[in-house]
């Protein structure tokens, strides 16, 4: 596993980033399996696990705290993510100043950690980064409990709002090979000082075309949201399935390396509910891609 530093925060975080979330979180999937997930990424060399308040329905990041309970977590840097929460079934919103700080606080008992290495605003809009929020969030990090702060969105507006803030340390934005309009964003934020980490970098599988490979019951849950939610980036995956016929190097792989050629990105982070698609993402570290495929990638792109 390679490593790059986190921004200007100190830290460094592994190419490789493990997301906490979705299926992964949810109670339907067994919690040893989950838990050997963790282990096994740590023991891959993975230090950067990313989760959230409000993913798998408010369970993701209770569990991740017992998973790393038996583990050390000095060396880890746990992100997690406030101004979203589930309730009822439902996901809801509160950027109040009052309810990011009681969030913050709630995460590290949930996670187990006296110290977040990053908590990150989940999905602001441009309004709701006031100067009231800010203020909380910089009294989080001087009272020692926060050691960055990011805002993680996938509206460009908001990243371009949120990277001339110094208060925010890092940026996550959705990357991948169906979304290359990011790069001068990351370009941008990088210049301005801040960390960028990489969500999605495998487009959800549809460069693959996930949605029609079911094998179990996550496998049918990740293609209903899929076809409901990305029908657009599905139809447009299509175009890409050649990365999974290159020799000596998966699909998956190939993606990831795309994502990390960006010397600006210093993680990908991937969500994955099987040790044998873990193994394979986290062998992309170093992984890179030949100037023909490089320029298969664009054309697919255009």
């Known amino acids: 596993m390679r490593y790059r530093p986190l921004g200007r925060t100190g830290l460094t975080v592994s190419e490789i980033g493990f997301g906490c979330a979705s299926w992964w979180g949810k109670p339907a999937f067994e919690e040893r399996q ?9 023991e891959l060399g993975v230090t950067l696990f990313d989760t959230g308040a409000s993913y798998s329905g408010g369970e993701a990041e209770p569990r991740l705290g017992r998973a790393l309970k038996s583990r050390d977590a000095s060396a880890l840097v746990v992100a997690t993510k406030a101004g979203t929460y589930a309730a009822d079934g439902r996901v809801l919103r509160d950027f109040s100043p009052a309810a990011i700080r009681a969030s913050a606080e709630r995460s590290l008992g949930n996670l187990g950690l006296d110290v977040l290495p990053l908590l990150q605003l989940h999905g602001p809009s441009v309004a709701e980064l006031t100067d009231e929020l800010l203020a909380v969030l910089a009294e989080l990090k001087a009272r020692g409990l926060v050691r960055a ?11 371009a709002h949120a990277r001339r803030l110094p208060q925010i340390d890092a940026v996550m934005v959705d990357y991948n090979v169906l979304r290359p309009e990011r790069a001068p964003l990351i370009a941008a934020s990088a210049a301005a000082g801040k960390a960028v980490l ?10 693959g075309l996930k949605v029609a490979s079911l094998k179990g019951a996550q496998d049918l849950w990740y293609a209903a949201r899929g076809l409901v939610r990305h029908r657009e980036e599905v139809r447009r995956g299509l175009r890409f399935r050649f990365l999974h016929r290159l020799q000596g190097i998966t699909g998956s792989q190939a993606a990831l390396a795309y994502v990390l050629a960006d010397p600006n990105v210093s993680s990908a982070v991937v969500g994955t509910t099987r040790l044998a698609h873990l193994r394979e993402d986290a062998a992309a570290s170093g992984l890179e891609l030949s100037r023909e495929v490089m320029n298969r990638i664009r054309d697919a792109q255009s």
């Open 34 to 42: 989950a838990l050997a997930l963790v282990h096994e990424a740590i």
């Open 149 to 159: 702060l990011g805002v993680n969105s996938f509206d460009p507006a908001v990243i």
């Open 198 to 207: 990489a969500g999605m970098p495998l487009a959800m599988g549809h460069t």
